[in-house]
């Protein structure tokens, strides 16, 4: 170990990281602050659907950081088809993934049951849900091969807590805290750490989604309060990544000071 790298950045270092949705939001910050904390000696593979943000980031990142290696990918989670696809022909150098994020995540509307349209319900599971299980039976088959590895899942909130108005985005939550503890036990004899992470209030272009691009009805979901931001949540990441192997943050929620519940967000909307 070099006396002159923290613990964290010799754990980090050469790994292959794969974060999806790292186009924006918890995504970018996760990237970033992979790349701060191994002092640029990291290999990331960023996808998401809007490649030119991609590229805007890998063109930051190696400008901070001369030695970083970044591959940027389109990748739709909802064409689970071409998921396998997208890790078969990764370059060889970015091949073996150390490191899976499952960002990527989607959310429409605060209608109630009955009024929710198909669409949406659609996009919500197939992204969050079915588009996660299907990048991550890709990615285990080769740390399962090499019997290393960590998968860094984003839940939320939402999927312990269910709000009115968000029924469907909270039921693909709980859906991956099962598949997350399902594949955790399923590793147990295993050197691979499957983890979970569950943000509470942050403030991101999530909410803007969410209301469908109002961006007033965004705000006043964060009036009168301090929400975390993207930058809180990729720290976390990040931390439980260069832990010693031997140590998994198997699941963790994290709120900012004034929140109890999910309600004590949604109840505004």
């Known amino acids: 170990m070099s006396s002159f790298n923290s613990a964290a950045a010799d754990r980090l270092s050469g790994k292959t990281v794969l974060i999806t949705g790292a186009s924006a939001g918890i995504g970018e910050a996760t990237a970033k602050e992979f790349a701060v904390t191994s002092n640029g000696n990291i290999k990331l593979v960023l996808t998401a659907r809007r490649v030119d943000r991609l590229n805007k980031l890998r063109d930051e990142l190696k400008d901070k950081f001369p030695n970083i290696q970044v591959h940027t990918g389109a990748l739709d989670m909802t064409k689970t088809g071409d998921i396998p696809v997208f890790v078969e022909n990764l370059p060889k150098?970015?091949?073996?993934?150390?490191?899976?994020?499952?960002?990527?995540?989607?959310?429409?509307?605060?209608?109630?049951?009955?009024?929710?349209?198909?669409?949406?319900?659609?996009?919500?599971?197939?992204?969050?849900?079915?588009?996660?299980?299907a990048l991550t039976q890709a990615v285990i088959k080769g740390m399962r091969a090499r019997n290393r590895g960590d998968i860094i899942n984003l839940g939320s909130i939402a999927g312990l807590d269910p709000y009115p108005g968000g029924s469907i985005y909270c039921a693909t939550k709980a859906a991956i805290r099962s598949f997350t503890e399902s594949l955790r036990k399923e590793s147990i004899d295993t050197r691979i750490r499957v983890m979970e992470v569950d943000p509470g209030q942050v403030e991101t272009e999530f909410s803007i989604v969410r209301f469908r691009g109002d961006t007033e009805k965004a705000k006043k979901v964060y009036e009168g309060a301090e929400p975390l931001v993207a930058r809180d949540i990729a720290e976390y990441i990040v931390f439980i990544a260069s832990r010693r192997e031997n140590t998994v943050f198997a699941n963790a929620l994290i709120f900012p000071n004034h929140q109890a519940s999910a309600r004590d967000v949604y109840k505004k909307n």
Do not use: R
Request: glycine letters at 10%.
């Open 93 to 133: 150098e970015f091949s073996e993934v150390d490191v899976l994020v499952n960002n990527a995540g989607m959310v429409f509307g605060v209608e109630k049951v009955g009024e929710v349209q198909a669409a949406d319900i659609d996009v919500m599971f197939a992204t969050n849900v079915i588009g996660l299980i």
